[in-house]
């Protein structure tokens, strides 16, 4: 968050109650929520127990709410069975079977209409031909597609099967995707022929290809749609075009009911280490929560469109694309393309054709759209809105009044939800119907959700306005797992302080005089590029693996459209040319980036010097790094650099 961010929201006084438009429109009931607090306040774990009963359709009930004997493996619903697919489906078959659940557009503009019958069937058509290519329960299966319709029937299909899915985003390398299949040990990979994107086609196969050649043993075949057409090479014996593998495939698939903690997916995450983390997610906690949060977050009812824009390669698009409105039995906009194609009006016309009334997306989209200017928007009819989310990054309170007035029509609440992918669900954000918004808030902890700000002592901070350290201090449902394959680094990354007692979130917030949240940013190394959780010891081992590079720092830089840029410090080996290094260098290191992680690691901006700046202990002074790449002078004491004279170097000047 840049300065200017932190000056504007410590003096937020500006208060959003619902609007009586959308009240008109609310589905849920004021009181109803408000009596949702006391009764998770009188006992969480009944408070859970009963949204489970009423929400979800289990196959065997479960006896035993909630198994803490392992703590902090917490085991939600352990005794009760059901199947993530039936719940989001088979149970739409009855009364709902002809509504919409997917209006899936192409980058080219092209629109499909997906009903609940016809979603239904493909899904059980591709589980039985996963099945038919020995997938069994409990093996993993990689899904590496394009954002279409396709991908949500492929982690249906999983779910449907008891297989555990791993999306991996299409912006991911193949060295990427290839630790993922490994650290997964997956038996498939589902992937395309291609993706479009602003006219462009996203090589998937071909990355595809370049991971199973990197290793990637434990992989029997893999799964081809045909999106693109173009000319790919398919490797006989392994590869199969998703149309042939379908042939003769039943359209009756039985699911296969799994127990309430059996892994739904493993979706990786960046953390303070070199190595992505598998976060293990559960089926029936997690099926939960994405439940309650659509209708207390997005108050969703029977007529909405709800359009969340996020990819499924990450958790907003499992939650809020793939599980959460399905399972609700609501209509959902699938969006192959990006927003600024064939113009910056894409998000908006799509509103307008689509009748969107539920728009989710992320503050660096809205800056970037912003940017691009009124006139633009206002060329739309955006009047089906009546209700807009964010998510991913804190919203500067500009960004926020924008899409309030300009996109809102000043009659829309914004949601701003803080989760994570450990999360699984919104843990803090507003229930429309009842909350006053504030811009820049993401205000109070849902039901049953023990949100605090404590010291390093794990005591409760309790002035306003002092920031801490965001906890959570009572499990929760959709609550991560495990880190898949490691459950020591499971305690070590989230449960390394006061005891033990609390979830660390890794985010520092404070409360404001009414008790707000204000999320102030991560505690780690962790950065947020355009809502993308990053981690700088990634990039540092990405930018060191190149020959040339002997050693390198990586910080975040405040950018007004990202959020944080990507900014490297690089020491090469060998002398350091007179006169300067050559810009060629840059964008080979860049292009480098790229293919060991994906293009949004790669660094906005290389800075070469003789050596980082250390302690005489060696450390290197990643605070005096962040000084610098924001151009601020420096105003600390540099005289316990072990190498003082290299600060001209690093900031340019030399
Ligand atoms: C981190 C989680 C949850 C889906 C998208 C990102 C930051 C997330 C907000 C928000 C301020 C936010 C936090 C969090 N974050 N939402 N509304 N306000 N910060 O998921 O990649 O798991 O990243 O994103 O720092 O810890 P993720």
Redesign the pocket.
């Known amino acids: 968050m840049s300065e200017d961010n932190i000056e504007s929201t410590l003096h937020e006084d500006r208060h959003f109650p619902p609007s009586a438009d959308f009240i008109r429109t609310a589905s849920t009931n004021a009181d109803k929520l408000a009596s949702l607090y006391t009764q998770a306040e009188q006992n969480n774990t009944e408070f859970w127990a009963d949204q489970a009963r009423t929400e979800i359709d289990w196959q065997t009930p479960f006896s035993t709410t909630l198994d803490s004997s392992n703590a902090p493996f917490f085991r939600w619903f352990p005794d009760g069975k059901l199947n993530v697919s039936y719940n989001c489906l088979d149970r739409q078959l009855e009364h709902n079977a002809d509504k919409t659940a997917i209006i899936f557009e192409a980058d080219n503009g092209d629109v499909e209409y997906i009903s609940y019958r016809e979603l239904h069937r493909r899904v059980c058509v591709f589980a039985n031909t996963l099945k038919a290519q020995g997938i069994e329960q409990g093996d993993r299966v990689i899904i590496y597609m394009p954002m279409i319709a396709e991908a949500v029937i492929a982690m249906q299909a999983c779910a449907r099967i008891g297989a555990i899915h791993s999306v991996v985003f299409g912006g991911f390398s193949s060295s990427s995707l290839k630790d993922r299949i490994e650290d997964t040990q997956a038996k498939l990979v589902i992937t395309a022929d291609g993706g479009n994107r602003g006219g462009r086609i996203i090589e998937l196969k071909a990355t595809t290809d370049g991971a199973l050649e990197q290793g990637c043993d434990s992989i029997n075949s893999v799964i081809v749609l045909q999106r693109t057409a173009h000319d790919i090479s398919m490797q006989s014996g392994r590869d199969i075009w998703w149309h042939d593998a379908e042939q003769g495939q039943s359209e009756q698939c039985e699911p296969t009911w799994v127990d309430a903690t059996h892994p739904l997916f493993i979706l990786y995450?960046s953390g303070s280490t070199g190595k992505p983390k598998g976060i293990q997610h559960s089926s029936g906690g997690y099926l939960l929560n994405a439940i309650t949060t659509m209708r207390w977050v997005f108050d969703i009812n029977d007529s909405d469109v709800f359009w969340c824009t996020a990819d499924v390669g990450?958790?907003?698009g499992h939650t809020y694309v793939a599980y959460g409105p399905l399972a609700t039995g609501s209509t959902i906009v699938i969006f192959e393309g990006v927003p600024t194609y064939p113009d910056a009006g894409r998000f908006w016309d799509m509103c307008q054709r689509h009748c969107v009334s539920i728009f989710y997306t992320a503050p660096t989209a809205i800056r970037a759209l912003m940017k691009a200017g009124d006139e633009i928007p206002n060329k739309y009819d955006l009047s089906q809105l009546r209700l807009l989310g964010?998510?991913?990054?804190?919203?500067n309170p500009k960004a926020w009044m924008w899409y309030h007035t300009v996109i809102g029509k000043e009659k829309c609440p914004i949601v701003?939800?803080?989760?994570?992918?450990?999360t699984g669900a919104h843990m803090v954000a507003p229930m429309p119907v009842t909350t006053i918004t504030k811009p820049g808030s993401?205000t109070r902890a849902l039901p049953g959700i023990d949100a605090s700000i404590v010291n390093d002592d794990g005591d409760e901070i309790t002035k306003a306005n002092q920031g801490g350290y965001l906890v959570i201090r009572q499990p929760w449902p959709s609550m991560i797992q495990t880190v898949w394959g490691d459950d020591q680094r499971y305690k070590d990354t989230y449960w390394p302080m006061f005891d033990g007692k609390y979830y660390l979130?890794?985010?520092s917030a404070r409360r404001d005089e009414e008790g707000y949240f204000w999320?102030m940013?991560?505690i780690d190394d962790v950065l947020?590029v355009s809502?993308?959780?990053l981690g700088t010891m990634e990039i540092e081992s990405a930018i060191v693996s190149h020959p040339q590079v002997a050693e390198a720092a990586v910080v975040g830089q405040p950018h007004d459209i990202k959020g944080e840029a990507v900014f490297a410090y690089v020491v090469l080996k060998g002398e350091r040319p007179a006169g300067g290094v050559d810009d060629t260098l840059t964008q080979e290191l860049r292009a480098w980036v790229g293919e060991q992680i994906g293009a949004i690691a790669k660094p906005d901006d290389i800075r070469y010097a003789d050596n980082l700046p250390k302690t005489r202990s060696g450390k290197i002074m990643r605070r005096l790094l962040r000084t610098i790449a924001k151009g601020e002078e420096i105003t600390s004491d540099t005289s316990t650099l072990e190498n003082e004279s290299i600060l001209p170097q690093l900031q340019g000047k030399a």
Do not use: K, L, M, S
């Open positions: 995450t990450w958790i907003t964010t998510v991913g990054e804190p919203i701003d939800t803080w989760w994570q992918t450990e993401c979130a890794g985010d999320i940013g991560r947020n809502g993308h959780r």
